[in-house]
């Protein structure tokens, strides 16, 4: 919260123990999405359970050649 509110441009985030707290304390205002086509059986979820809904304004998707599809999302307030 101290770090957000401090003027030193836009922070990026990753790891999904540090982004689900931020998601948890309400701390992110983008979601930057990587999606890529394999699938997997295990590891550590990114998004955990939550208290609240995250509500979501889509902005930009994008897809490459490699068929990774980016999508990037603004919290909605």
């Known amino acids: 919260t101290r770090l957000k509110a401090e003027d030193g441009g836009p ?3 990753g790891g999904a123990t540090l982004a689900g707290a ?11 999405l990587a999606t890529a086509p394999v699938l997997v059986g295990g590891g550590t979820p990114f998004f955990t359970a939550l208290d609240n809904w995250v509500n979501l304004n889509l902005v930009e998707t994008r897809a490459f050649p490699s068929g990774v ?8 307030r």
Do not use: H, K
């Open 11 to 13: 922070m990026d985030i």
């Open 22 to 32: 931020a998601m948890r304390a309400g701390l992110i205002d983008e979601y930057v």
């Open 69 to 76: 599809i980016l999508t990037r999302y603004e919290t909605r």
